[in-house]
């Protein structure tokens, strides 16, 4: 299943349109009132921010302009969402929301070729490459043209080694410094 950029940004609407919708399923009136009173916080909440609210409303315009089988694409992907616990929910929404922010900052070309990109493995490669791409862009010079000289088998070996070396320095950075000994 492939989601297009548009579409996890239509995903904040898709779920404030579900919180505003009464579910179907057989629940007591005391429920549905607690329900409907959530939604109304809710929504006098969003209504205090005209940015949000004027956001919300075009998002939700989006959506309904979307083809129908799309629509029922994001709700399948909401409801798994929401199927999840709430530190995976977090965790979906962090990479999202990153995913976003880069395919936005990418030039319009390589963004075209990866929202046009059918094929979900395609679209995963197409996405690595450019990835891998950045990553020895931001190498050391040296680095760079020592990586450049290497045969492809080779230069695929080096990667994993530097991005493993990569790890291994961050790990060490997220550390505390270790106290000193007493007595020495």
Not at 41 to 62: F, I, M, T, V
Request: glycine share 2%.
């Amino acid at each position: 299943m492939t989601i297009s950029r548009s579409s996890l940004l239509l995903l904040p609407v898709l779920v404030f349109g579900l919180a505003a919708t009464p579910s179907e399923e057989g629940t007591s009136a005391a429920s549905d009132a607690a329900y409907l009173e959530r939604n109304r916080q809710l929504l006098n909440k969003w209504k205090a921010d005209p940015e949000h609210y004027a956001r919300l409303q075009r998002d939700l315009r989006d959506f309904w302009a979307l083809p129908e089988p799309k629509r029922r694409q994001l709700r399948q992907v909401d409801h798994a969402f929401h199927q999840l616990n709430v530190k995976m929910q977090k965790r979906l929404w962090r990479v999202a929301e990153r995913y976003v922010a880069w395919l936005e900052r990418l030039p319009e070309a390589e963004r075209q070729q990866i929202e046009k990109t059918k094929d979900t493995s395609e679209r995963l490669h197409l996405i690595r490459t450019i990835r891998e791409r950045q990553w020895i862009e931001h190498l050391p010079r040296k680095v760079r043209e020592d990586l450049e000289k290497l045969p492809p088998e080779a230069r695929a070996a080096q990667i994993i080694q530097l991005r493993k070396q990569e790890r291994q320095q961050r790990l060490l950075w997220s550390r505390p410094p270790a106290a000193k000994q007493r007595g020495k």
